[in-house]
């Protein structure tokens, strides 16, 4: 179809083409395209607007992001040309680790396993909100499924090795929906059927992640997937060749998700489309993953890429950017022959990769798909033309060049605006004994057992999940990282290297402060791989940003705020980031009101361990064990479970100390690593009080004075137990190592709060002064239920 | 001469590489090979003294748990029913222990008819979780020689629970001792706790949980130092011992 | 020919249960729930031959059975249909398809899946709300009263 008079047509006419097609073009946009035509001297296809469409959608360029931000703060005004390039690319620059191999510009981030090692490691994590939003299942199969094809198609073909999941729902009790949008529970029942279905049917461990409730995700909930690769430090570069082949493998071509990538631009209403969803079929993608692997030990590939948001057309024209595209679309093996030739070129089915192929090894990698019952077409050439040029058998569907296509995006500047909120403090009386508190912080669904959610995964898969999401005799206790050892990829039993995957995001400090929050999320991530003895000095970050409209400028003013909180952090942490994403427009209108979400930033990190045998678990191990706190506890009930629970005006957030934290985590794995500390636990939702509950629940408990703790002075009673904040860690010392133990925690900060005991009671206390005296067994069925209960 | 292992896979066969390692760990020789390739005569079965059909979602478990492969290895019936009457050891873990179920090789029946099934388990779900296993001594299966009275291994499965065609088919497993190993605190409402079967001549062996997820001490959920090898190790080590 | 396929009564009581609890939500007036799964293949095939599909191939016979027809109907209970809309990939049927040639059907011309669900104590028009609500999705899936 051709556009008969685009070259030529208004403003107005031009926008209301982008809306009746659904390109989520906007002006400045359509109007760059206009030219670019009226210069051609004609009109375009239907299968080029598509394809610019495509190209420059959010999804695929993340073009706020890296786009230019007038940034108003307080009195004070910054002016960004690139965002993204002057914060989070700004801190790996700086920071310019060598074992960083590959950012930014791949489909992950990669890292080296060790200096010795000939293994890297890829990892990325996206989102995939809006179709979880409209249908769950299918929306979190194709979210996982859509960031496995990114690390099969990393470098040359990394082999995925974990995958991630963290979820954000609307409280479960909320029923009743407006029209056209699903409650909170069937949601997270979908979100956590897809997920396990796809992911245990690939057979990648899914071994880390979170779930996170909150009301402003009740019409937005995100789901964000991850995943990890193992590739050969010497396959990490791809590079098209002139003259090879455009190899499709996987499933075929069908009307699937046409639009989905412009999709993730435009707000949720009541007339989603339904061809915007995407189904998925896992057995596909392990037919496409088995053959990528059989291929790239046979080197018989010199460049791939994963059919992601615009299909096709994002993949190909990727691909050919340097050498230009001849392709003929009559060649793709279709699912049914309805299918109009611009739909091939941009529809988003699931499981298909593109290769780059020689010639003459085409017929190798045929045999291998026969093997594998993998369909296989070859649709042109990277024929060296610089150009795009689409055919449908004879006729001519796009003629475009690649320079165009890839820089001709026009920029314009967005204001972004962010005002600090009032501070106050209030606290709560002193009481008698704080049980009843505990008990209600440990049923409270941001902190109690997520076992129902984690058991439907296979997290053993692959045998190398060391550290997994519970530890301990039973499996009661829920772990801070995963740690995963890769022996059964690399066939190397004798081979002790591995590595651990954490992840940090705080919702509720984005409310507050998301400046501040980036500093959480950051801590959190980089403690927890502490806490398993991870070698954090090696640590890289993943940032996925999910907003609401970025044309808001309190809402971008939010996002500029955590990005420049990224920014700070990751320098003071020495954490470069390695890959990311972002998301915005998670916003809905209901009943002509505005709902958006709040700021949400996940950062997912990951550093290599030396040696898996030397990771440790959080549960007691040994009666008498004397118990430590690293870092100090601080006033402030900002952003706490126990906030939020008792309903208390308290916005203060304990403030972090990177360069002190960092001094702590460097002693703790060292101790780790001697074998001095036995056990660690992150002090997290719930603070101190629900750590050690967690630390408990497999037979060994505690007793703790307070009393002996590093504190701010004047600190409350409620604030001990229940403050959050950053920097601590309960660490159980073996009773025979302690000298040595104090020895190397010289320059940290460290206190002696008491001792693992077999009563079967936790017993905290402040001197004289009785806190809280619980059985363990009775807090853990608390703890462990409440989900079941609710669904 | 080491004994050869073929490790036997289809689509969305998942634990090949794990399985393969164990039997490499044992010193057998360990080959990875797709059922089209046996099918086609690229691989033959019978160069091999010993088969493993590894866990997984072969076809996606769809119609029913492992039924797709179950009905290609049909296609090649005389070369397996050999392979198992020349008394070589074959291991099904999780998914290829529904595969031989479905195949009806296990349990083991002169019509070849099958005689038991494996079901969605009763929480209605797939389930990961480590489980307690009671070892029956008397059992004739080469696998499970020499193991402790209890051991632990992880589960991972939708479809686990046990049932035999009729009561005279499970009174035939309990009487016969072919069921190797049983659950100690019943995860999926398998009939009488059978976590696996096995043949009469015991080189024919099935069973849900994972031994070669439990081969290595570091890989139990319990973090305690008490040795490199674990439970796991031994199923793979009485296979290939069998075969020296 | 259409193919069901059904859990035998004796081990069809936590299937049962799970549905009654989810429809019980909305419509806690239900009084009893069964879930069938429907192959509907088209081939030059005979009679006896979709009854071995459905007997080697589709049921596992010592947990299941099945029948030929596309009118099963059991005694007050609604019966509910639930297939994927137009357009939408049918996954399962490339599968059993696939399983199909593997026991010797390599005739099929077209299969499509979905599933029946049979509820008592409801009205056709709260049943098949039922099925909307709990187990579909209406942008992909279409439901109907047999």
Redesign the interface.
């Known amino acids: 179809m051709i556009m008969d008079n685009f070259i030529n047509a208004r403003e107005k006419e031009l926008l209301k083409l982008s809306e009746e097609f659904g390109w989520s073009l906007n002006l400045a946009e359509l109007k760059q395209a206009q030219k670019y035509f009226k210069d051609l001297k004609r009109n375009p296809t239907r299968a080029e607007i598509e394809t610019i469409a495509q190209t420059w959608s959010e999804h695929c360029k993340h073009k706020t992001f890296s786009g230019p931000v007038e940034f108003y703060f307080g009195k004070k005004k910054k002016i960004f040309k690139n965002l993204f390039k002057e914060t989070i690319v700004y801190v790996t620059r700086k920071l310019n680790k060598k074992w960083c191999l590959s950012v930014f510009k791949d489909n992950a981030g990669i890292i080296e396993m060790s200096s010795k090692s000939k293994w890297a490691l890829a990892f990325k994590a996206e989102t995939h909100n809006h179709p979880c939003a409209i249908a769950p299942y299918g929306g979190a199969e194709t979210g996982v499924g859509g960031v496995i094809r990114d690390i099969l198609g990393t470098g040359l073909g990394a082999k995925p090795i974990l995958n991630t999941d963290n979820f954000c729902f609307g409280p479960l009790q909320k029923e009743e929906m407006p029209k056209g949008f699903l409650s909170p529970k069937k949601i997270f029942e979908g979100v956590v059927e897809g997920v396990r279905d796809y992911g245990n049917r690939m057979g990648i461990p899914t071994a880390a992640g979170s779930v996170h409730f909150d009301e402003s995700y009740l019409f937005n909930p995100l789901v964000y997937v991850g995943c990890v690769g193992l590739i050969k430090k010497n396959r990490i570069f791809k590079k098209v060749k002139k003259g090879n082949l455009i190899a499709v493998i996987g499933g075929p071509t069908g009307r699937d998700g046409i639009h989905g990538a412009t999709f993730s631009s435009a707000d949720i209403d009541e007339n989603a489309s339904s061809s915007a969803v995407q189904i998925g079929h896992a057995v596909n993608e392990k037919k496409v993953l088995d053959v990528i692997m059989k291929a790239s030990e046979k080197n018989l590939y010199d460049a791939l890429t994963d059919c992601g948001a615009g299909g096709f057309s994002s993949a190909v024209g990727e691909l050919g950017a340097e050498t230009g595209v001849s392709a003929d679309l009559s060649k793709a093996l279709l699912k049914d022959s309805s299918v109009k030739p611009w739909e091939i070129w941009i529809s988003e089915s699931q499981e298909r990769m593109v290769l780059s192929v020689p010639k003459n090894k085409i017929k190798e990698l045929e045999k291998i798909c026969e093997i594998e019952e993998c369909p296989i077409c070859v649709l042109g050439t990277f024929d060296g033309s610089g150009k795009l040029r689409v055919f449908y058998k004879k006729e001519k569907l796009i003629d475009m060049d690649m320079s165009f296509l890839h820089g001709g995006i026009p920029k314009f500047f967005k204001k972004a605006v962010y005002n600090p909120k009032t501070k106050y403090g209030f606290l709560p009386k002193e009481r008698k004994d704080y049980g009843t508190e505990l008990k209600k912080i440990l049923k409270d669904l941001n902190v109690c057992s997520k076992e129902e959610i984690v058991r439907q995964y296979d997290h053993e898969v692959q045998g190398g999940c060391v550290v997994k999401p519970f530890c301990g005799r039973e499996g009661f206790t829920p772990t801070d990282a995963a740690v995963i050892w890769p022996y059964s990829f690399t066939q190397e039993p004798g081979n002790f290297e591995g590595f651990a995957v954490s992840h940090g995001f705080n919702f509720s400090a984005g409310k507050i402060d998301p400046y501040i929050s980036a500093f959480y999320a950051i801590d959190e991530a980089v403690r927890s791989l502490a806490c398993v003895g991870a070698d954090i000095s090696r640590t890289a970050l993943l940032d996925n940003f999910c907003c609401g409209n970025p044309n808001n400028p309190f809402i971008l003013g939010d996002f500029t705020a955590a990005a420049l909180g990224c920014r700070d952090a990751a320098l003071a942490y020495k954490t470069p980031f390695i890959s990311g994403k972002d998301s915005f427009y998670n916003q809905s209108k209901v009943n002509g009101k505005d709902y958006s979400i709040t700021l949400s930033l996940l950062i997912s990190a990951i550093a290599p361990i030396k040696d898996v045998r030397k990771a440790v678990s959080p549960e007691f191990k040994k009666a008498g064990n004397p118990i430590y706190l690293f870092g100090k506890i601080k006033k402030g009930l900002g952003a706490s479970v126990y906030s939020k629970i008792f309903g208390l005006k308290n916005n203060i957030l304990p403030v972090p100390e990177p360069d002190k934290h960092l001094k702590d985590y460097f002693a703790l794995i060292k101790a780790i690593d001697k074998y001095y500390a036995v056990s660690a636990h992150d002090v997290s939702k719930g603070g101190i009080a629900a750590a050690l509950t967690k630390m408990s629940f497999d037979g060994l408990s505690c007793e703790i004075d307070f009393k002996k703790a590093l504190s701010q002075k004047g600190i409350s009673e409620t604030e001990l137990l229940f403050s959050e904040g950053t920097g601590m860690v309960l660490a159980e010392i073996d009773a025979k190592k302690e000298k040595e133990f104090l020895k190397i925690a010289k320059n940290a900060r460290v206190s002696k709060i008491g001792s693992v005991s077999s009563s079967g009671k936790i017993s905290l206390k402040f001197g004289g002064k009785k806190l809280i005296e619980e059985e363990v067994n009775y807090l853990r069925s608390l703890w462990k239920n409440v989900l079941r209960d609710k669904l | 001469m080491k004994p050869k292992a073929l490790i036997l896979r289809g689509a969305a066969t998942n634990c090949d590489l794990e399985t393969a390692a164990a039997f490499r760990y044992c010193g057998a020789i360990a080959d990875i090979a797709h059922i089209n390739e046996v099918l086609k005569g690229i691989k033959k079965l019978s160069s091999y003294d010993m088969l493993a059909l590894p866990g997984g979602f072969s076809y996606g478990d769809d119609i029913s748990a492992g039924k797709i492969f179950a009905l290609k290895i049909r296609t090649l019936r005389k070369d397996f029913e050999k392979f198992i009457k020349d008394e070589k050891p074959v291991i099904g873990i999780c998914n290829g222990f529904q595969v031989l179920v479905k195949t009806g090789y296990l349990p083991e029946n002169r019509e070849g008819l099958r005689r038991a099934s494996l079901f969605l388990n009763d929480a209605g779900h797939f389930i990961c979780k480590w489980v307690k296993l009671k070892i029956n001594k008397k059992s004739p299966c080469v696998f499970t020689r020499g193991l402790p009275d209890e051991i632990e291994l992880p589960m991972a499965h939708g479809e686990g629970k046990f049932i035999a065609a009729d009561k005279k088919e499970l009174e035939k497993i309990i009487a016969k001792n072919l069921s190797p190993v049983f659950y100690s605190d019943n995860p999926n409402g398998s009939q009488a706790d059978i976590a696996g079967i096995c043949n009469e001549k015991g080189n024919l062996f099935g069973l849900m949980p994972h031994p070669e997820r439990n081969f290595f001490s570091l890989q139990k959920q319990k973090k305690e130092s008490k040795g490199f090898l674990s439970e796991g190790y031994l199923f793979f080590k009485n296979a290939v011992d069998y075969c020296r | 020919m259409t193919i069901e396929v059904f859990t035998k009564d004796i081990?069809a009581e936590?299937?049962r249960k799970?549905l009654i609890k989810k429809i019980s939500h909305f419509y806690p007036n239900v009084k009893d729930a069964k879930e069938s799964k429907i192959y509907i293949v088209e081939g030059p095939y005979k009679k006896n031959d979709f009854f071995k599909m459905g007997k080697?191939?589709?049921c596992?016979?010592?947990?299941e059975d099945f029948a030929i027809s596309s009118g099963r109907k059991l005694k007050d209970f609604m019966a509910v249909e639930m297939f994927?809309?137009q357009?939408?990939?049918d996954?399962?049927a490339?599968?059993?398809a696939?399983?199909l040639i593997?026991?010797g059907f390599k005739k099929t011309k077209k299969i499509k899946t979905g599933k029946v669900f049979y509820i008592k104590g409801l009205k056709e028009s709260e049943a098949q709300n039922a099925v909307k609500e709990c187990f579909a999705?209406e942008?992909?899936h279409r439901v109907g009263i047999r």
Do not use: M, P, R, Y
């Open positions: 081990f936590n299937e799970s080697d191939v589709f596992d016979f010592i947990s994927f809309k357009g939408i990939t996954v399962l490339q599968s059993a696939e399983a593997a026991a999705n942008l992909i």
